[in-house]
């Protein structure tokens, strides 16, 4: 049965810009949620230092949790072929972080839109950059998993790979064990694809998921979500929002019965709590509820 971990969707400016809030306060708070996991991401963590990274551990451990999941996000389509080698490098030296925690998936993503960036181009990046770090994770018995995504918040451009066409693209071009599919049915709305039309084409391939609930706000269609976006600039678009989940988009019951067909067994992460704790809370209900009534036995 799928089990569940936990992302700090409502804490990240805390926990990663003005760090007012720390891991261990984040470890401690999601202790209080049913779930069973934390997903990790690199700028939780104030060193890479062994003695730091074993306290992280133990606090994990103490609460009686596990880190399946680490949330990377390389940029392999910049256009210094340089730039791209320090990418690499560093997505090196996450993996190494990654294996001391047990992960079991990594996650990847292809990269900024530059302005400009054919696609075959980009492509082609994206295809030569994941290839060379996949040897590294397969040492360490890792996954890498490519999510269709929309925007990391530090970035200037959405994700490169954000149109469905280009996404695939990129999954057909790489084959290995040791690379799969996180999936994203929040992100699926931001490319203007229906989530369940993509994962019926991905199912096989899906490792892990992410889970929330994405919203347009009242006013805004998908179009001024481009405009905006072409604009550039860190962070996310003003016009989505996240809320808890089982009140928004998402059709929960076909995307699980989607996954079950394709005998998903994998983590689900959920996104969440941009809205306070409570909300995190409903959303891991909900998603205990749907969890047990799909895959229970």
């Not at 805390?14 to 261990?24: A, D, P, V």
């Not at 600039?233 to 089982?246: E, N, V």
Request: glycine share 8%; proline share 5%.
């Amino acid at each position: 049965m799928p089990k569940l971990s936990a992302f700090p969707k409502g804490y990240m400016k805390e926990l990663c810009i003005t760090h007012t809030m720390s891991i261990f306060d984040w470890i401690d708070l999601a202790s209080g949620l049913d779930v069973d996991g934390l997903e990790l991401y690199p700028s939780f963590f104030t060193s890479f230092e062994y003695s730091y990274l074993k306290k992280v551990k133990r606090a994990v451990s103490e609460h009686k949790l596990v880190t399946p999941m680490f949330c990377v996000s390389p940029d392999f389509t910049k256009p210094d072929k340089a730039a791209r080698r320090t990418e690499i490098e560093k997505y090196r030296r996450i993996l190494d972080v990654a294996a001391f925690f047990e992960v079991q998936t990594c996650r990847v993503l292809s990269g900024q839109g530059y302005p400009g960036l054919a696609r075959n181009e980009g492509v082609d990046r994206v295809v030569e950059c994941v290839n060379e770090v996949l040897h590294d994770a397969a040492a360490r018995r890792i996954t890498l998993v490519i999510e269709n995504h929309y925007k990391d918040p530090s970035w200037d451009y959405p994700e490169f790979a954000r149109p469905v066409e280009i996404f695939l693209e990129i999954v057909n071009r790489i084959e290995s064990p040791w690379f799969a599919i996180n999936y994203d049915p929040s992100n699926a709305y931001t490319s203007g694809a229906d989530p369940l039309v993509l994962l019926k084409k991905i199912k096989e391939r899906v490792a892990c998921m992410h889970a929330s609930d994405r919203f347009i706000k009242e006013g805004y269609t998908l179009e001024d979500l481009r405009k905006q976006d072409a604009g550039g600039g860190p962070g996310y678009s003003s016009i989505l929002s996240h809320g808890a989940i089982g009140k928004g988009l998402n059709d929960y019951d076909a995307i699980f019965t989607e996954l079950k067909s394709a005998g998903f067994d994998g983590w689900i992460s959920i996104e969440d709590g941009e809205n306070g704790m409570e909300e995190l809370r409903q959303s891991v209900e909900f998603l205990r509820r749907k969890i047990a009534f799909h895959f229970g036995y």
